[in-house]
């Protein structure tokens, strides 16, 4: 059977955990990394991939089954996640929740119109943290659903950051509020404001000269990020960054505290605890490019997200296998 050819838009902490995830799946070739840098700039780890500059991505229309986009939910993939969806069939990870529906909708035009299919918001979450938010409900249909992050690196938050005038690096951390997680896994159902569940604290290493107290404004203020959340604001040297925070440590968990008859209360619970938040979410969106490739196939063409795809669909292994080592 033919390998799948991969793509990789943006060769940054995901785009380098794709080419490793792609690695370890055997049924999966990494094609081609396409970036904004000078391509010479960029080394890859597998032999025979191709490294252009995203202009010549049409090039390769022939060339690639899936073209997973590694690029930030800020500002990268709004524009992105269209226009390659234009072309192939395609993965992304665009994770700022309130936009997704809108996001959804530009994708699935272009999709549509080209016979593509592309799987959006897919990662852990959104992605498998949806799933199981769906999957909880469904099974205590009295209850109410609670997801913390953290303690770890939000790559779109810390992405979001880097973006704001003046900054010149800069990392930030999702911290679950102790108190309310552990009101939830006793099997209370609090009503809770985001401000109440979590803390967003950010490591800035700012631009010589920048306007300090405007750079922390801007960050706090900054909707669907930071303005719902109590956040505090570090200035760091470039020094200190790399040293104490260079690693992309990560998890969370989705919890369901719900009942079934009187007095019986049942609590769901599902966890991550990841030393590579990027590389992670990397191996989510190789398996995903599996799916994307099969559904396309089958005429299932425009944007869909993790609901709309079997799981099934994620592996190589046939139903007879999945059955005899899994059920």
């Known amino acids: ?41 960029i080394r890859p780890q597998t032999p025979g991939a191709a490294v252009e500059h995203v202009s010549q991505a049409p090039d390769y229309v022939n060339k690639i089954d899936v073209m997973i986009l590694c690029g930030g939910s800020a500002t990268d993939l709004p524009e992105q996640g269209p226009q390659f969806a234009a072309l192939f069939n395609t993965i992304d990870s665009f994770d700022t929740h309130a936009r997704i529906a809108d996001y959804h909708g530009a994708v699935d035009a272009a999709a549509q119109a080209a016979g593509k299919t592309s799987i959006i918001s897919v990662g852990w979450d959104p992605g498998l943290f949806s799933m199981m938010r769906m999957l909880s409900g469904v099974l205590l249909p009295e209850g109410k659903d609670y997801t913390f992050w953290g303690r770890g690196v939000s790559q779109g938050h810390s992405d979001a950051i880097r973006r704001v005038a003046g900054v010149k690096n800069g990392i930030q951390y999702t911290i679950p509020i102790e108190t309310a997680v552990a009101r939830v896994r006793t099997g209370e159902t609090p009503e809770f404001t985001v401000r109440e569940k979590h803390l967003r604290e950010c490591f800035i290493v700012a631009r010589e000269g920048a306007d300090r107290a405007q750079i922390e404004i801007d960050i706090k203020t900054m909707p669907n990020y930071f303005a719902d959340y109590d956040t505090v604001v570090h200035f760091i040297s470039e020094e200190e960054l790399q040293k104490n925070h260079s690693r992309m440590m990560h998890g969370g968990f989705v919890i369901r505290s719900g009942n079934t008859t009187e007095g019986n209360k049942h609590v769901i619970e599902f966890s991550l605890k990841l030393d590579s938040n990027p590389e992670f979410t990397a191996n989510v969106l190789v398996a995903y490019a599996r799916a994307a490739l099969r559904m396309n196939r089958e005429g299932q063409v425009g944007a869909k997200t993790v609901f709309d795809v079997p799981l099934a669909y994620l592996t190589s292994q046939t139903s007879l296998e999945l059955m005899k080592e899994l059920l």
């Open 1 to 41: 059977m033919s390998k799948i050819r991969i793509g990789v838009v943006g060769y940054g902490n995901i785009g380098r955990g794709v080419e490793a995830a792609i690695n370890q799946n055997p049924d999966t070739v990494l094609t081609a990394i396409f970036t904004r840098r000078e391509p010479e700039s």
